[in-house]
């Protein structure tokens, strides 16, 4: 198993529309002074960034929060250039960027740190072969204070694992496809 590499990301989200829009580069030294956290491609993954909807996840009716029968009017619209998220509570965003997963390939999503030392986690299970669409991403506030994220700029990295060999079924032949293809933010699906 081995991870796939700037060259090659890039090569292939030009070529095959791995990921669109496609950032070649990090960050350019304009943007490294004016303080934006980093996405685009990196040595060995690619930072993806977050678009301006978000959902902001509502407790003030204290329900039961249950994963086979989310109730959508628990959470909030937003949309702007950031998000406060409350304080030991959590939104729902999405990317700037579509992915299609190459069938060969199983990409790991790993919350980028800068978030992470202000007490800011992000959660992404694995998207798996051949899954393509725009990344719901949760991210929780673990801290008592509200936070800021920003839109359009860096939240996670995506690292592209090859797998040893072809799997029996990539997530585009699975019965119950769900959450392939989505397009924007996405609640919780059973």
Known sequence: M??????????????DGM?????????????ANAGI??????????????????LIFDNTCATVVD???FDRSRFREHRGEMCLIPPNSFILAETVETVKIPKEYIVLVLGKSTYAR???????????????GKITVEISNTTPLPAKVYA???IAQLLFLR???????????????????????TIPKV
């Open 2 to 15: 081995g991870v796939m590499p700037d060259h090659e990301i890039r090569r292939r989200a030009i070529q």
């Open 19 to 31: 990921i669109a829009p496609f950032r070649d580069y990090r960050i350019t030294p304009l943007e």
């Open 37 to 54: 956290i980093s996405f685009g491609v990196t040595s060995a993954g690619y930072d993806i960034s977050l678009g301006r909807e978000f």
């Open 67 to 69: 994963p086979k029968n």
């Open 118 to 132: 202000c007490g800011l986690i992000t959660n992404f299970t694995p998207l798996e072969p051949a899954w393509r």
């Open 152 to 154: 359009g700029e860096g």
């Open 163 to 185: 797998l040893e060999s072809p799997c029996e079924k990539d997530y585009d032949q699975k019965p119950g496809r769900k959450y392939q293809d989505q397009k924007g933010l």
